[in-house]
């Protein structure tokens, strides 16, 4: 089975900084993919960025960034330069490769401040 | 394109009761989902259909839970009769048969159970 661990349960952070939310995986399959999605209290669910077991190179989307440890299994968000419309729940997701089937973390609330 | 329809987007209900949700996935994906999201929680699979063939119903409870997917294209969620611990955002979404393609969700139906 797999697993997501997200320990942060809230975030608090200056306009313009850098913030890293966490996301630590358990699966026992060879072929995954890392998916982040953001959900703001609209309640919609937004897809951000994807990282493949087998990619070499970390994935980056802008000004989202994926920090991927495989030996660690850790898959920790990166958002540059945060702006007050980030603040939103962030949810960190696994699935099996050709599966097709994402499990979710419990989540982490960023609040940005002006 | 056009995004994963879903309605109604409010609904309140007494337990006991019945409800049904719809969902109008992105044309040309396949794979839909229902995902069941309590408050404070990371969304939870319910069940995934390819096509209108069910891939996994292992966590719908099939005592009071229905879904169909006739025609391979809307799909509709049913439950019969509701409890209070069924008080959730029941989302849809739908992915593309790409490899890892990433899900994507429609607003939701938040339902209260009183």
């Known amino acids: 089975a797999q697993k997501i661990t997200q320990t942060q349960p809230g975030m608090f952070v200056q306009e313009k900084e850098a913030v890293t939310l966490d996301c630590t995986y358990d699966?026992?399959?060879?072929?995954?993919?890392l998916f982040w999605y953001k959900q703001p209290s609209s309640g919609e669910m937004i897809f951000l960025i994807y990282?493949?077991?087998?990619?070499?190179q970390n994935a980056t989307e802008g000004r989202y960034s994926l920090n991927f440890q495989k030996a660690r299994k850790s898959a920790n968000l990166v958002i540059s330069a945060s702006q007050l419309g980030d603040s939103a729940m962030y949810f960190c997701?696994?699935?099996?490769?050709?599966?097709?089937?994402?499990?979710f973390g419990q989540g982490t609330r960023l609040t940005i401040n002006p | 394109e056009a995004g994963v329809a879903q309605s109604p987007r409010y609904k309140i209900i007494e337990k006991r009761q019945s409800v049904a949700f719809w969902c109008n996935p992105i044309?040309?994906?396949?794979?839909l989902y229902w995902y069941q999201q309590i408050l404070g929680q990371g969304p939870k699979l319910l069940i995934q259909?390819?096509?209108?063939?069910?891939?996994?119903d292992s966590q719908l409870p099939k005592d009071r839970f229905s879904a169909e997917r006739l025609k391979g294209v809307d799909s509709t969620l049913k439950i019969q009769p509701a409890k209070l611990e069924d008080s959730a955002v029941y989302l849809c979404?739908?992915?593309?048969?790409?490899?890892?393609?990433?899900?994507?969700f429609g607003n939701g139906t938040r339902l209260t159970v009183t």
């Open positions: 990282q493949g077991s087998y990619d070499e």
């Open positions: 997701a696994i699935a099996t490769t050709g599966a097709q089937k994402l499990v």
């Open positions: 044309s040309g994906h396949a794979t």
């Open positions: 979404a739908s992915a593309g048969g790409m490899y890892n393609s990433p899900l994507h």
């Open positions: 699966t026992s399959d060879q072929s995954y993919g």
């Open positions: 259909f390819q096509n209108n063939g069910v891939v996994d």
